[in-house]
């Protein structure tokens, strides 16, 4: 039987990105962050961003996210990412900023952050992460709860008429002339990781050629908040979020189309 593994680095055909330190990630089992994380761990390598990147640090589950990678690193308050990443980006054109922001994060606080720093086609990178709820916090309502959904502030389940309706950021942010990318992926399956793998990828080159910004909405588990079992987490997705938050591209520059020839997958 073959020992190949990650401890046989000789022989690996499989291992951490060179970019991501050894170190163990504080989500729970079954989160969706963990494979988000290691997606742009692999971005960061082929670009060989090292010494350009700067993990902009976003309130939520996602808070510590410049832990693990080997770069600079900094924290923005709840929602405000896209702005310090812009002020990084301005400061520091030969730099590049990218967030990780939960959907409270994002959609709630944040919204107005997020909706400017598009508009304006700030050259960074923001990689969205939509897990329907305020994971951090013990799993409350946010602008992207479906309908039906039980949460721990909405514990007959969402409702139209008191708690509104869920808000497709995607297809909002689309509306905007300023970003370069934007799309939504999954994570539950291989094949979908894949293409979450890619689509991140041209979420940093777009910006880093200066043609606005790349956004990508990842649908991603949260098991623990929504009384699944991790194993059943990904079909929740399939199930429950993809008919709401449906998977595609909503904004390509062609500028970008060219700029997807160089990226693999
Ligand atoms: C101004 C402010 N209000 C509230 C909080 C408390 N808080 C911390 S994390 C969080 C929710 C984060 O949820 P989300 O952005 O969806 O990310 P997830 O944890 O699901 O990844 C909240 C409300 C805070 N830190 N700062
Ligand atoms: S609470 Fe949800 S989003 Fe946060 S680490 Fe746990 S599974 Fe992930």
Sequence with gaps: MSNRGINDMDNAIFRRPDIMPDRATHFCPGCGHGI???LIGEVLDDLRLRDKAICVGSIGCTVTSYLYYDVDGTEAPHGRAPAVATAIKRCHPDLH??????????????M????????????ITIIFAN???YGMTGGQLAPTTLVGMYTSSTIAGRKEDRHGFPIRVSEMLATLDGPAYISRVSLHNPANVRKARKAIEIAFRAPLEGLGMGFVEVLSMCPINWKVEPVNAPQWIVDNMIPQYPLGEFK????VEELKKAVRG
């Design 252 to 255: 390509c520059k062609p500028e």
């Design 97 to 110: 900023p990218f967030a990780i922001q939960g959907d409270g994060d994002l959609a709630s606080i944040g």
């Design 36 to 38: 988000t994380q290691r």
């Design 112 to 123: 107005a952050e997020i909706v400017h720093a598009a508009a304006r086609g700030e050259n």
């Design 131 to 133: 897990n329907a709820n």
